[in-house]
């Protein structure tokens, strides 16, 4: 049984670390630095101590799992590396950060291509999970943890991660501003943002069942400039959605193209 440290208690850790456990994994300690919630994640493990003291990391782990914010991984891998075996394994979970951040001799990148959020439990069937190793064992005994988890498990190089990075901030991050925009539209004229939510269904299921391209509709779309100028003169009042409004509209129209 493979044994993991994880560095980290947040909102990845206290999902991932379960389902690791579910894969097979033995989770022998987590790390963070605030015992409170280390503590909190290692009674859901079964066998699991916990620490805040990086002088106290066990050193008989197979992987050391980095589940922390990006700008912390560099700092807590450098400190942590100097007092592990050579042949450990450090593994982060970042979507935007190459292998470089690690010093290890061998290391690996294990990013679930999903959102994390409190009190919101993800089915971990349905996560792709990106794998970025230079090491063909590593990437066969990560490929085979992550195939008990996910049924899409996905090799690949650091720049087409990347780059997946990038469309995933398009696709979940920017879309949910957007919501979250309208949102505060509604609010600000008294108007029920429940009434949107039936349009909002409609948009992402056509849009991954016939493809976004193709399921785009509105003003911008069919070249309805007197809507559209409309809606500019309604959003005077508001420079920044203003905007938004007029950069969205431009890109939809040079989508054409």
Not at 98 to 110: N, Q, T
Request: with cysteine.
């Amino acid at each position: 049984m493979l044994k993991v440290v994880c560095i980290g208690a947040g909102r990845l850790a206290q999902q991932l670390m379960p389902a690791l456990e579910e894969a097979g994994c033995h989770i022998i300690q987590v790390y963070n630095r605030t015992p409170q919630s280390a503590r909190s994640l290692a009674e859901k493990l079964k066998g699991c101590s916990y620490t805040s003291d990086l002088d106290s990391i066990a050193r008989d782990a197979d992987l050391y799992f980095f589940a922390v914010a990006d700008d912390a991984i560099t700092l807590l891998s450098t400190q942590l590396y100097t007092m592990l075996p050579d042949d450990a394994i450090g593994v982060h979970c970042s979507g935007s950060l190459g292998l470089d951040v690690l010093p290890f001799a061998r290391k690996a990148g294990f990013y679930p291509l999903q959102s994390f959020s409190p009190n919101h439990e993800v089915s971990w069937r349905w996560i792709p999970l990106i794998i970025t190793t230079p090491d063909e064992d590593i990437w066969e005994l990560l490929d085979t943890i992550a195939g008990q988890l996910s049924s899409s498990v996905y090799r690949m190089t650091e720049e087409q991660k990347s780059n997946l990075h990038v469309a995933a901030v398009f696709a979940n991050n920017f879309s949910n501003h957007m919501l979250t925009l309208a949102e505060s539209i509604c609010n600000e004229h008294q108007l029920p943002f429940e009434i949107l939510k039936p349009l909002i269904l409609e948009t992402f299921s056509k849009a991954i069942l016939s493809g976004p391209r193709d399921s785009q509709t509105g003003p911008a779309i069919r070249g309805d400039e007197k809507t559209i100028l409309k809606h500019l003169g309604l959003l005077d009042n508001h420079p920044e959605l203003r905007n938004v409004y007029r950069v969205m509209t431009e890109s939809i129209k040079k989508s054409l193209v």
